[in-house]
């Protein structure tokens, strides 16, 4: 019999043999002078790998938790248009993107996959052009568009072209029935410039940047890991 096998079997036994709160207790002593307790939480881990995920989740929740709730309404509230999905919605998942960052191209069948299966699903886009000057010509031609109505038109659009450039954002721009130039608006300054504190703020490391609840996530994570953020927010805004 292993090691391991052993201290189960005998744990097993002194806890059937005492009972209860008693026999637990003194098995975690025993456990602790004899230097067992440590190769057991290793065993568990190796068991259960999920108890890593969940336990750096909860941590990185815990670390974003102030700030998300500092700014819960400059990051929820969209510029414009610049949402789809639910208007009624009881969940708001918000992506701080750039027009350039293929990752976030990847991500948009999963928010589209999302946004169909769920009828209180709002989806809320954040500009924030990190990867140069395209991608911020690019941003201020989407937030022209958002405050016309018509920042969904340019958004796909401008993915559909391709990596901002002239010859595609005139394109994604005559799409939404925009004139080509990029705007210059001092409103348009302070929401790029609050964007990039905010995404700063919650460690952003690049795009896309999901925030859900009270979850970050920096990466294209996938649509498992959304959806389940999602149900996890809507499960803590349920006990509220």
Excluded at 63 to 75: E, F, G, L, T
Excluded at 77 to 87: I, L, R, V
Excluded at 92 to 121: H, M, N, R, W
Excluded at 191 to 209: D, S, W
Aim: neutral net charge; glycine residues 8%.
């Amino acid at each position: 019999m292993s090691e391991t096998a052993g201290v189960k079997s005998w744990g097993a036994a002194l806890i059937g043999a005492a009972g209860g709160a008693v026999a637990a207790v003194a098995l975690a002593i025993v456990a602790l002078q004899s230097g067992w307790a440590d190769r057991l939480v290793r065993q568990a881990m190796l068991d259960n790998p999920t108890i890593l995920l969940e336990t750096a989740d909860a941590l990185r929740d815990q670390q974003h938790a102030p700030v998300i709730a500092a700014n819960r309404q400059a990051i929820e509230t969209p510029f414009g248009s610049s949402w789809q999905g639910a208007k009624d919605a009881d969940v708001t998942l918000v992506e701080f993107y750039d027009y350039a960052c293929g990752y976030c191209k990847a991500s948009l069948p999963v928010l589209a996959q999302l946004i169909k299966e769920d009828p209180k699903l709002r989806v809320v886009y954040r500009e924030f052009p990190v990867l140069g000057p395209g991608s911020e010509a690019a941003a201020r031609l989407a937030l022209a568009a958002s405050k016309a109505g018509k920042f969904m038109t340019f958004h796909d659009a401008m993915y559909e072209a391709g990596r901002p450039s002239e010859a595609t954002l005139a394109k994604a721009a005559a799409a939404a029935g925009l004139p080509a130039a990029i705007p210059s608006s001092p409103e348009f300054d302070a929401e790029l410039r609050r964007n990039y504190e905010i995404a700063g703020q919650l460690g952003a490391t690049g795009t896309p940047l999901f925030v859900v609840g009270n979850r970050v996530m920096n990466g294209a994570v996938g649509y498992d890991a959304l959806k389940k953020a999602i149900a996890d927010a809507r499960a803590k805004k349920n006990e509220s």
